[in-house]
């Protein structure tokens, strides 16, 4: 095994490591009677299924009563939510309320 071998494999360890901690901080930051969820691109470092996952919990904390603000790029993610509010340049461009349950949204994916 060469070096460049040896760091792509370091590298990749290293990642599911950090995944495997993004994991745990997200199931803790989730738990127990939170009555606020802040989410910033909380699926951004997780493979398609963990985030997935993570995206069902928020769902299912919003559900229950707790109020939750997730700021995202996909599109996907924010069908998730019951209000989507656009930015542009500083201000609001544009918003909508939702229009499906957000588990259409992962069966058309796949």
Do not use: K, Y
Not at 3 to 11: F, H, I
Not at 12 to 34: E, F, K, P, Y
């Amino acid at each position: 095994m060469n070096a460049g071998s040896t760091r792509v494999l370091l590298l990749m360890g290293w990642r599911t490591v950090l995944q495997n901690r993004l994991r745990s901080l997200l199931i803790l930051a989730l738990i127990g009677d939170r009555s606020l969820i802040l989410a910033d691109e909380p699926t951004g470092a997780l493979d398609s299924q963990t985030g997935e996952d993570v995206l069902r919990l928020i769902r299912a904390r919003c559900d229950a009563g707790a109020a939750g603000l997730l700021v995202t790029h996909d599109a996907r993610h924010a069908g998730w939510a019951d209000r989507v509010i656009f930015l542009r340049d500083g201000g609001i461009a544009d918003q909508t309320v939702a229009v499906g349950a957000a588990e259409s949204l992962l069966q058309a994916e796949r």
